[in-house]
């Protein structure tokens, strides 16, 4: 089986434009995730989406969002873009979004904005 | 709000010696789930190991097991037989077991593990 994959794998920005991050989970995994991770914050939780219905949302502005397509493809994005938003954006699946499941994650999509 | 502190940044051992890397956490939940997760230099994130809090036995995979001491809100890691490819972040993470709509990892800030040989 595939794994979860992220595309881009690497992006570069300037301040106050916008992006959109890809994620393709594991053949059959329905809930995907999304983290950011910095050196100074570590990973935080942005949002869980789950058959196409975002299920659980972080403490991050309105300026990310995100959705999912039926084939269970997610995609993240981030508009006017800050200069803080430079991160390693990480997504995650697993089958059901259960409780205490593993998690599977992509290589990520490191972002700089400059 | 729950929290998860990882008080060691870095930590190195020789190879096949054997480390604890400690992870406390801060929760007034009963049910819940802690997790150690790996991710190696320029690689993907891998779980190592698991722990549901209803149970008493401390979790063991190979070479990994757990110290979990609930009372205490303590989740270290064991790594025994350490070897070169356990070179890597550490990452104790905390989920709620009755999560609700709030099911989400919070995570500690990571403990970067140096294998020597």
């Known amino acids: 089986k595939a794994g979860v994959t992220q595309t881009p794998r690497y992006l570069i920005k300037t301040r106050g434009q916008q992006v959109t991050l890809s994620c393709s989970p594991i053949?059959?995994?329905?809930?995907v995730s999304w983290y950011q991770q910095t050196p100074g914050q570590g990973l935080q939780f942005l949002f869980e989406y789950f058959s196409e219905t975002q299920r659980n949302k972080g403490n991050f502005p309105g300026r990310f969002s995100g959705r999912q397509f039926s084939n269970s493809r997610s995609e993240m994005n981030v508009s006017t873009l800050e200069l803080g938003d430079s991160a390693l954006y990480l997504c995650?699946?697993?089958?059901?979004?259960?409780?205490?499941?593993?998690?599977?994650f992509g290589p990520g999509t490191r972002l700089t904005v400059l | 709000a729950q929290t998860v502190t990882q008080s060691q940044p870095e930590m190195s051992v020789q190879e096949a010696e054997t480390v604890t890397l400690s992870c406390t956490y801060d929760t007034s939940e009963n049910n819940y789930y802690l997790f150690w997760y790996k991710q190696p230099p320029s690689r993907q994130m891998i779980l190592v190991i698991r722990q549901e809090a209803y149970k008493q036995q401390n979790a063991t995979e190979n070479r990994f097991s757990v110290n979990f001491q609930k009372a205490a809100k303590s989740f270290s890691l064991k790594i025994s037989d350490s070897q070169l490819g356990d070179t890597a972040m550490y990452f104790c993470a905390f989920m709620r077991g009755n999560a609700g709509n709030n099911r989400k990892l919070i995570w500690g800030l990571g403990t970067s593990l140096a294998v020597n040989p």
């Open positions: 995650a699946s697993n089958p059901s979004g259960s409780m205490g499941n593993e998690q599977f």
């Open positions: 053949s059959g995994h329905r809930s």
